[in-house]
């Protein structure tokens, strides 16, 4: 199993409409977790953070969920600037961060 | 808002040669990162570096790469004889602590070797 698996998509979504994609990670004594996005030949550039309560960033949620080992992203409303590539972060246990490769998200008009 | 710098924006280099990244973190950050990016392809973890020493290292950080914190502001990476594997983007990055402290990127320096 990898470390930290993402679905590569694309996923294509309407203006306007909801997307959720989710990571799986293998390490359970991870603590850290974060979703960053990156657009194309740019620098990864950090999304929020995951905590363990969930939490909320305007459009954008993020979920944990420990006992199977995934976290999750929804993004409500979505707009053509949210077109990008969505990394999903994990620690292991040595604080060292493993990176997921990527959800692609085509927003179309 | 603080952010971190890294210079050059782009290096084109000759196989073989030596090539040396520079980042300034950001001010009050106490650990920095390497990370490099191969075209189309995830984010790879190097090197960590906190209080003027390697705290971590990859399979990637072979004898080839070296980092150092030379004075109080820049972070560098040096690849010695460089291959052209080598060519990807890295990108510097630092954050105030570790664990759920997140990490801040710099715009990457796209390493060409030719």
């Known amino acids: 199993r990898k470390e930290v698996e993402q679905d590569p998509g694309p996923f294509n979504v309407p203006e306007g409409a909801t997307v959720a994609f989710n990571c799986t990670y293998s390490?359970?004594?991870?603590?850290?977790f974060f979703w960053y996005r990156q657009d194309c030949r740019k620098e990864p550039k950090l999304l929020m953070s995951?905590?363990?309560?969930?939490n909320e960033d305007g459009r954008f949620t993020a979920q944990l969920n420990r006992a199977s080992q995934y976290i999750s992203l929804l993004i409500r409303d979505s707009k053509l600037s949210d077109s990008a590539t969505y990394l999903c972060?994990?620690?292991?246990?040595?604080?060292?961060?493993?990176w997921g490769a990527g959800t692609k998200l085509i927003i179309k008009p | 808002e603080p952010e971190v710098t890294q210079t050059p924006s782009h290096q084109v280099t000759q196989m073989g040669q030596e090539v040396i990244l520079r980042c300034v973190p950001i001010?009050?950050?106490?650990?920095f990162y390497w990370y490099r990016q191969i075209l189309g392809q995830k984010v790879e973890f190097l090197v960590s570096?906190?209080?003027?020493?390697?705290?971590?290292k990859s399979e990637i950080f072979d004898d080839q790469f070296s980092v150092e914190r030379p004075d109080g502001s820049n972070f560098t990476l040096k690849i010695r004889s460089t291959k052209l594997e080598d060519s990807a983007m890295y990108f510097c990055?630092?954050?105030?602590?570790?664990?759920?402290?997140?990490?801040?990127f710099g715009d990457g320096t796209r390493l060409s070797i030719l």
């Open positions: 001010s009050n950050h106490l650990y």
């Open positions: 995951v905590y363990s309560s969930g």
């Open positions: 990055a630092s954050s105030a602590g570790q664990g759920r402290q997140p990490q801040h």
């Open positions: 390490n359970s004594a991870s603590q850290s």
């Open positions: 570096f906190y209080n003027n020493e390697i705290s971590e």
């Open positions: 972060v994990v620690n292991k246990a040595n604080y060292q961060l493993i």
